[in-house]
């Protein structure tokens, strides 16, 4: 695609199973595993293939045959105008290992073209916001951030600007939730897949009466803890600029 293309997209929604793994995964999710990381080995060798597989996880839940309401296909929910920029047929799209190598070739792309941005992770958080939403709206709130000095080589500091009226492409706003949410979903969902939490060992010393007192302690309901995270919601990729 050329720097005016426009890309129309809405994929379909998927909550987060992210339970914690390691990398060596224990869902069903695992099958793709082998194949996301030879096309990473081949295609860009110097990215971990697991935020492959969590991105894999927000755009499709892992389902080959998976088609959303506006025509996006497969795993990594390619639009067929974007697999046909590729090479690849509409019907090529449900194959998993062209459907993988499409999605990071694609993505790629939107990091390629963030040179600006100094740091490495800033700069995957802002390619696969172009991935989701279109870099036409990334490369405005990137504009807008700078205009008025702030953080403009960081998400944070860019991603307010997203909501910003002046923030439009052919006269349509971004869809800023959901583009901010579908990056914020990937990377928790990175950051618990690369940093499995710790096994939990019980000192001897405890005891079995204090470990059953411990568990015979009353839960306390959801309303009436502090601190309780509520799950956003994700939703389109609205275009490519």
């Excluded at 702030?150 to 492409?169: F, N, Q, R, S």
């Amino acid at each position: 695609m050329n720097g005016n293309d426009v890309r129309m997209r809405r994929p379909v929604f998927y909550p987060s199973p992210s339970t914690g793994e390691g990398r060596s995964g224990g869902d069903a999710s695992c099958r793709w595993d082998s194949l996301i990381q030879q096309s990473v080995q081949n295609l860009w060798p110097e990215q971990d293939w697991s935020l492959i597989k969590c991105q894999m996880r927000q755009e499709s839940a892992f389902n080959p045959r998976a088609v959303s309401p506006c025509g996006a296909i497969g795993l990594m929910q390619i639009m067929p105008a974007t697999g046909e920029s590729l090479g690849l047929t509409k019907n090529m799209l449900f194959i998993p290992e062209k459907n993988i190598k499409a999605g990071i070739i694609y993505l790629k792309r939107q990091y390629d073209r963030f040179p600006e941005i100094p740091d490495y992770r800033e700069r995957l958080k802002f390619a696969l916001a172009s991935y989701n939403g279109g870099r036409g709206y990334i490369n405005q709130a990137v504009a807008l951030a700078r205009k008025e000095d702030a953080p403009w080589h960081t998400w944070e500091g860019v991603k307010p600007y997203l909501a910003k009226k002046d923030c439009m492409i052919g006269g349509k706003h971004p869809d800023h939730r959901q583009i901010i949410a579908y990056v914020g979903r990937i990377w928790a969902d990175y950051f618990r897949f690369t940093n499995p939490a710790p096994e939990v060992v019980i000192p001897a010393q405890v005891g079995i009466q204090s470990l059953q007192d411990s568990l015979d302690s009353p839960v306390k309901p959801w309303n009436d803890r502090k601190g309780v995270a509520i799950p956003v919601q994700t939703g389109n990729q609205e275009n490519e600029t």
